[in-house]
């Protein structure tokens, strides 16, 4: 006789389809490309999601603001109302941390977060422009850099 034992809670993960990651993809990197061809300075605060991509050398514009405390407390309101003068693009690593600051600000955010984020703190989307997707396996990692590589150097792959 075979038992089969029930949990108690219901649990539940969330995620990104895949045809919607991979056109949020696209549209991020599009993007970036376009900025990084006209020389276009962007704006980078957080540092959340910023892990497994080598951002300093694939993107030459790219300034990280410095945080105002030690303990990871957000920047000042002054720095990001003057990023308009400065900045094409305020690309975003924390989006959860930084989502009250952004409400208002008259310049394209990009917001890297993950499917979890999003499901949690709806106003991400409310505030951000462009979504990156965080990666949360090997799989989405590898989508990521393959369209990174379709889009940045679209003589070395393969044309479908």
Not at 95 to 119: D, F, K
Request: glycine share 6%; proline share 6%; net charge positive.
């Amino acid at each position: 006789m075979n038992f089969n034992r029930v949990s108690k809670t219901v649990t539940n993960s969330f995620i990104l389809d895949p045809y919607a990651t991979l056109m949020h993809y696209r549209r991020s990197f599009k993007l970036l490309k376009q900025l990084k061809d006209h020389g276009s300075p962007i704006l980078a605060i957080g540092s959340k999601n910023q892990t497994g991509f080598d951002w300093k050398n694939n993107f030459d514009g790219i300034s990280h603001a410095a945080e105002s405390g030690s303990s990871g407390a957000p920047m000042s309101q002054s720095v990001l109302a003057a990023a308009c003068k400065n900045y094409h693009l305020i690309l975003c690593f924390d989006p959860v941390l930084y989502a009250n600051s952004l409400q208002g600000i008259n310049l394209p955010v990009m917001a890297v977060a993950t499917s979890a984020e999003l499901a949690a703190y709806p106003e991400i989307v409310r505030v951000c422009d462009y979504l990156l997707p965080a990666p949360s396996g090997r799989a989405d990692a590898a989508l990521r850099q393959l369209v990174f590589g379709e889009v940045f150097n679209p003589n070395s792959s393969p044309s479908g």
